[in-house]
């Protein structure tokens, strides 16, 4: 930024390696944003300033952003190779939370110098005591006939913690008061219970956010990949809780009880929902799940038909909820907050909401980021001192002190969010108009973010069909 002789301020973005500034076609999205906010940007490659109307300047940055991709895509390839060969061979453990039934352990430092001079270290699987007996009965009582709801129900009255409730730290999400047939065939799926290690059973797939707006990039998508791209072990790497006969006899009896169904192919499309994620459930006090019926969006929680019910819960076995039937008294009773009677205290309450301009919600997780670079830089140190390669650990030391000069500037560059005052947020209130009108015509995504915002909890209670709210 700097100050032209006229007095008028000038912005200049100066882009030192374009390959890695911009990836595909990052760079056709963003520019146009730049020009239109009079931003101008200098990159080296092209002898200075970008001119929009050239050519030539397009056609270098588009090279530079297939450069980065086709980089990007050689890194993922040799990676993806690497770690396939460290679990098919090695049969080295790559990380994740244990399958349910064992627990780590250490293996020793890290085979290679640099991450061990870091401190990381290896680790394996060895089975619980106290978990892995419960998947072997599991698979016991699949072979001998049990259904995997019958196997769930059983779990649950004799008191045995669930996988979530197990693990509750990880699992926060789910209730864990019984135990899910969704949990039971997991674990008589999963083929690291006979000791090979496995590796690849999901992928990472970039999708695009919105297809009808190619702009807004693209999300990642986790998926499972058929068994025929899995990667085992060529040996036995783990103590086995399973033989692998066993194994195999589950698996035959899994395929037997569907060798007669048929499948269809099923379009995937996306419905918004007002409440997703802001609607509970009184008989359970599980997030109720968005469906679509006869095309008009419902909220369903089938409880009974997914975990087992031994702990004596009482629950309906669907419960199902319209929206139509909950979107208009809500926001109604949203409006009636900005009523003419009620705007005076409505407004004192946005006004003490909003965040203080001094406070900095970034400043723990900033500082959290600067201790790990100052504890790392000690190891490096101490590694150098210790004979390491001086031009290999000169490397980490640049890294981490980019890392933590990056952190730091992130903070110190944020804007300080503007604070309202009263008299704007009753002009703001008074140009909205019909609050009511305004909700109901709303798109449903972001009539969602204003329930958020508003840190809306719905509980639908279906024996009284009635909804309470909080806020």
């Known amino acids: 930024m700097f100050v032209g002789a006229s007095g008028i301020v000038a912005v200049r973005l100066v882009i030192g390696e374009p390959q890695r500034a911009f990836y595909g076609n990052q760079y056709g999205l963003t520019f146009p944003v730049l020009v239109h906010l009079r931003v101008g940007m200098w990159v080296p490659e092209v002898g200075g300033p970008i001119d929009p109307e050239s050519e030539a300047h397009d056609l270098v940055m588009s090279v530079f952003g297939g450069m980065s991709k086709g980089e990007r895509n ?136 919105d297809v009808d707006d190619v702009g807004l990039g693209h999300e990642s998508k986790m998926r499972w990949n058929n068994r025929d791209k899995w990667i085992f072990s060529e040996q036995i790497v783990h103590e086995p809780i399973i033989d692998v006969q066993t194994f195999q006899q589950a698996q035959e009896i899994a395929a037997a009880k569907g060798a007669g169904r048929t499948t269809r192919e099923r379009t995937r499309t996306r419905h918004p929902y007002n409440l997703s994620g802001l609607l509970h459930c009184g008989a359970c006090n599980r997030r109720m799940q968005g469906q679509r019926n006869h095309e008009r969006p419902f909220y369903r929680c089938r409880y009974p038909t997914e975990y087992g019910l ?141 329930y958020r915002q508003l840190q809306l909890e719905a509980t639908y209670y279906p024996g009284k069909r009635e909804v309470r709210i909080l806020r």
């Open 74 to 209: 050689r890194i993922r390839i040799r990676v993806r190779a690497a770690m396939a060969a460290q679990a098919s061979v090695e049969g080295r453990f790559l990380g994740g939370r244990p399958p349910y039934g064992y627990q780590l352990t250490d293996a020793g430092p890290h085979p290679n110098p640099a991450k061990a001079a870091e401190g990381k270290r290896l680790h394996r699987l060895e089975p619980d005591p106290a978990t892995a007996p419960v998947v072997q009965r599991i698979y016991a009582d699949y072979i001998g006939g049990r259904g995997k709801f019958a196997i769930a129900e059983a779990l649950t009255r004799d008191g045995i913690l669930s996988p979530s409730m197990n693990d509750p730290a990880r699992n926060r999400h789910r209730t864990g008061v019984a135990w899910a047939k969704g949990a039971v065939g997991v674990i008589l799926t999963n083929p690291r219970y006979t000791g090979r290690q496995v590796w690849n059973k999901q992928r990472k797939d970039e999708v695009l956010i």
């Open 310 to 450: 031994a702990n004596k819960t009482e629950h309906p076995r669907n419960v199902y909820l319209a929206e139509r039937d909950l979107l208009g008294p809500l926001d109604t009773w949203l409006a009636t907050s900005l009523a003419p009677h009620h705007l005076h205290d409505t407004i004192d309450a946005l006004y003490a909401a909003q965040a203080d301009p001094d406070a900095d919600p970034d400043a723990a997780a900033t500082e959290r980021v600067i201790a790990e670079c100052d504890r790392a830089l000690e190891r490096h140190r101490a590694a150098l001192e210790a004979g390491a390669d001086p031009h290999l650990v000169t490397e980490w030391i640049a890294e981490t002190q980019a890392r933590r000069t990056e952190a730091k500037a992130r903070v110190t560059a944020k804007p300080k969010p503007e604070r309202l005052t009263k008299d704007q947020i009753r002009d703001l209130v008074e140009r909205l108009g019909d609050i009511r009108k305004v909700l109901t015509a709303a798109d449903p995504v972001r009539k969602r973010e204003v």
